[in-house]
């Protein structure tokens, strides 16, 4: 496709239920993101993906957050277990350059909003 | 903390009026981003100014850097309602990527 997709748009989900997001970054890029948007608040950094190498997942927020790559494309977060702290935006990015790299420029989707009732 | 900060938190301009907001930030870094946030979806990446650069030009956009304040501004030319948005600098930082918390401007017509 032409840019970062992901799905579902909107998720309203039960506390405690698990939730999967989905991110499809654009052809080719090597490099994903996860980030967390609270309402009115920057982006938090979640978890970085850069080809076949192991995943940063740093800025993971607790155990009930992973996330895979399949494949260096498609991408999935999980939470499990959601809490009501976790209502918030989710987006995904990718890169066609590696983190840090002297033009790293990320191109965002139009994220997912998760609101955990 | 590596996040940058932004100022001011909220500006609201008429059409025609120019935008400028300011990023602060702690660390070297290797570039430093701005981009710009719709209705809280995706962002949209706007200009790139390198850590051995000092201006630069995008349309109506113009950004600076000052590695040694460490702090970058980006002015907005004879805003549009179009430009109503979030502004967020973002700073590259050989192997992170931090946002700062964003500029909310409002343009009204």
């Known amino acids: 496709g032409a840019g970062v997709s992901q799905s579902p748009s909107n998720k309203v989900t039960e506390k405690g239920k698990d939730v999967e997001l989905r991110c499809d970054p654009i052809?080719?890029?090597?490099?994903l993101y996860w980030y967390r948007q609270s309402l009115g608040q920057g982006l938090e950094f979640l978890i970085y993906?850069?080809?076949?190498?192991?995943?940063?997942k740093s800025g993971l927020p607790s155990d009930r957050f992973s996330a895979e790559r399949t494949g260096g494309s498609v991408s999935t977060l999980t939470i499990q277990r959601t809490q009501q702290e976790d209502s918030a935006v989710y987006l995904c990015?990718?890169?066609?350059?590696?983190?840090?790299?002297?033009?790293?420029?990320?191109?965002f989707g139009p994220g997912t909003r998760l609101l955990v009732l | 903390s590596q996040q940058g900060e932004e100022d001011p938190q909220a500006l609201s301009i008429q059409e025609g009026e120019n935008a400028t907001m300011n990023c602060s930030y702690k660390?070297?870094?290797?570039?430093l981003q701005w981009y710009r946030q719709n209705s809280g979806r995706g962002l949209v990446h706007l200009i790139l100014?390198?850590?051995?650069?000092r201006e630069k030009h995008s349309g109506r956009l113009r950004v600076t850097l000052d590695t040694s304040k460490k702090s970058s501004s980006l002015l907005i030319t004879a805003s549009r309602a179009a430009d109503t948005a979030s502004y967020f600098c973002?700073?590259?930082?050989?192997?992170?990527?931090?946002f700062g918390a964003g500029t909310q401007v409002v343009v009204t017509p």
């Open positions: 990015a990718s890169s066609s350059s590696p983190r840090g790299t002297w033009e790293e420029t990320q191109y």
């Open positions: 100014i390198r850590s051995n650069e």
């Open positions: 993906f850069q080809g076949n190498s192991a995943p940063d």
């Open positions: 052809s080719g890029h090597t490099a």
């Open positions: 660390t070297s870094i290797n570039n």
């Open positions: 973002a700073m590259n930082s050989w192997g992170k990527f931090q």
